[in-house]
Nanobody, 124 residues
Framework: QVQLVESGGGSVQAGGSLRLSCAAS????????MGWFRQVPGKEREGVAA????????YYVDFVKGRFTISLDSAKNTLYLQMNSLKPEDTAMYYC?????????????????WGQGTQVSVSS
């Protein structure tokens, strides 16, 4: 089993920045791909970014490219999401996820391990 705990959410004005963290514990050696997803009430959870844990390789959805950066500190077993130039439409609950498989076709349904989420609110 793998446990994930997110932190770093909060409220900011448009144009501001936040950095989310996700601390992983448990059988982390089994993990090959970690990702960030987000969800607003009434909508499906959507992918934001993903990263290989043992090699180079980062993936972003178009609407965050150039604004968000995913990174991993393997020594600390901690995943990060640096979010810059935030927009009101980025308001959502953000979730960290992990899976044993590589980061190909990183749909949310393919991730067995999830954190509890951290809320990000961006005001105009």
């Amino acid at each position: 089993q793998v446990q994930l705990v997110e932190s770093g959410g909060g409220s900011v004005q448009a144009g501001g920045s936040l950095r989310l963290s996700c601390a992983a514990s448990g059988y982390t050696d089994s993990i090959r791909c970690m990702g960030w997803f987000r969800q607003v009430p009434g909508k499906e959870r959507e992918g934001v970014a993903a990263i290989y844990t043992g090699a180079s390789g980062e993936y972003y959805v178009d609407f965050v490219k150039g604004r968000f950066t995913i990174s991993l500190d393997s020594a600390k077993n901690t995943l990060y999401l640096q979010m810059n130039s935030l927009k009101p439409e980025d308001t959502a609950m953000y979730y960290c996820a992990a899976r044993p498989g590589v980061c190909v076709l990183w749909y949310s349904a393919t991730f067995p391990y999830w954190g509890q989420g951290t809320q990000v609110s961006v005001s105009s």
